[in-house]
């Protein structure tokens, strides 16, 4: 496997499912970032990990939580979610978190229904 | 605070023409800019970047050029081909915001043979 993989592509869940999705960085990198991508709005960043310690979380709700065992994983665990977050979510990676470039998974689409 | 503005899309080309879409920004400090690209089913990918004024960013075939007394970074390309088919976002970053990702809202572009 090659850059940034994101597992599973598609995902379909009820309001009160717990699914989580995961994502996997093969570049050696140090910084791992969390967006949402919704249809006619800017990309969101929702959370930002620089050497496994979340360095940012951007008002996002306790419904979605953030969790980076080390540097080349992320996940984020969803919960009790509503109809407004279905959405594309993409993970990222940076060499650290200082460095503009970063390097995007395919997304997950996320359908809550 | 900063922003990006992005011509609207979609954009619809018959190959071999040219190419522009435009981005403007504004920013308290002074940015670095980007364009990114989202092919169908795919993450995002830096396409290209510029870091100060004056610079220009290419690959690909496309080109832009980062100026500072418009606050414009439009991208162009001279030839089109069906796969550049994509959604392209341009983006700001400075120092000064803690190296965030500003992004514009994307532009859809299609080429028909």
């Known amino acids: 496997e090659t850059g940034v993989t994101q597992t599973p592509r598609h995902l379909v869940m009820g309001m009160t499912n717990k699914k989580s999705l995961k994502c996997e960085q093969h570049?050696?990198?140090?910084?791992m970032y969390w967006y949402k991508q919704s249809a006619k709005k800017p990309l969101e960043l929702m959370f930002v990990y620089n050497f496994k310690e979340q360095t940012e979380n951007n008002s996002v709700p306790s419904r979605f939580s953030p969790e980076c065992p080390n540097s080349s994983h992320l996940f984020l665990h969803l919960h009790t979610l509503q109809p407004e977050d279905s959405a594309l979510y993409l993970c990222?990676?940076?060499?650290?978190?200082?460095?503009?470039?970063?390097?995007f998974g395919p997304g997950t689409r996320l359908t809550v229904t | 605070g900063d922003s990006v503005t992005q011509m609207e899309g979609p954009v619809t080309l018959s190959e071999e023409a040219f190419l522009t879409i435009n981005c403007t920004y504004t920013?308290?400090?002074?940015?670095?800019l980007f364009w990114y690209v989202q092919y169908p089913g795919e993450g995002l990918q830096l396409l290209l970047k510029a870091t100060k004024a004056d610079d220009k960013g290419s690959n690909k075939g496309f080109e832009a050029t980062y100026r500072k007394e418009t606050t414009s970074f439009h991208l162009e390309k001279g030839s089109v081909q069906v796969s550049d088919s994509a959604v392209y976002f341009c983006?700001?970053?400075?120092?000064?915001?803690?190296?965030?990702?500003?992004w514009g809202l994307g532009t859809s572009l299609a080429v028909n043979p």
């Open positions: 990222a990676s940076s060499q650290d978190r200082g460095r503009y470039e970063q390097y």
């Open positions: 920013a308290t400090g002074y940015p670095s």
């Open positions: 983006a700001l970053s400075w120092a000064g915001n803690n190296r965030k990702l500003i």
């Open positions: 570049l050696g990198h140090n910084a």
